[in-house]
């Protein structure tokens, strides 16, 4: 019971952590897109050096984004193979709870879909 209630904590302290890094990937990506597409527009009215510049820097900026985003996809598919293993240990360890809550919650979807309106 006690290894129980211990993984419990441990995926809800992995869960909100891999939200508080979502969210820092969301937003460090906007901001890194956005100065690329801001970098690239000032570029299009200029010619020259100037131009190939800032369009050079604009392309950088985007190689990065993406380069973050692989990463960051990286991360949550091993987070998700991890929550994956928790759950599978979860179900092996409790098999009459797992059975009884998806009972549970298959009768609360069945009443929900099954009424007439």
């Known amino acids: 019971m006690l290894d129980t209630t211990r993984s419990n904590l441990k995926a809800k302290a992995h869960a909100y952590e891999l939200d508080s890094h979502a969210a820092d990937a ?3 990506l906007k901001a890194l897109v956005r100065d690329a597409q ?3 527009s000032a570029a299009t009215g200029l010619t020259g ?3 190939d510049e800032l369009r050079s820097r ?3 900026l985007l190689d990065r984004a993406l380069g973050k985003a ?3 996809q990286d991360q ?3 987070r998700g193979k991890e929550l994956a293993h928790d759950a599978d240990v979860y179900v092996r360890d409790n098999p009459y709870r797992t059975l009884a ?3 549970g919650i298959g009768i609360a979807l069945g009443v929900l ?3 007439k309106q």
């Open 38 to 40: 801001t970098m690239l």
């Open 58 to 60: 604009g392309m950088e």
């Open 76 to 78: 949550a598919l091993e």
């Open 26 to 28: 969301h937003s460090d």
């Open 101 to 103: 809550i998806a009972a």
């Open 113 to 115: 879909f099954g009424r």
């Open 70 to 72: 692989g990463r960051y």
């Open 49 to 51: 050096e100037k131009a």
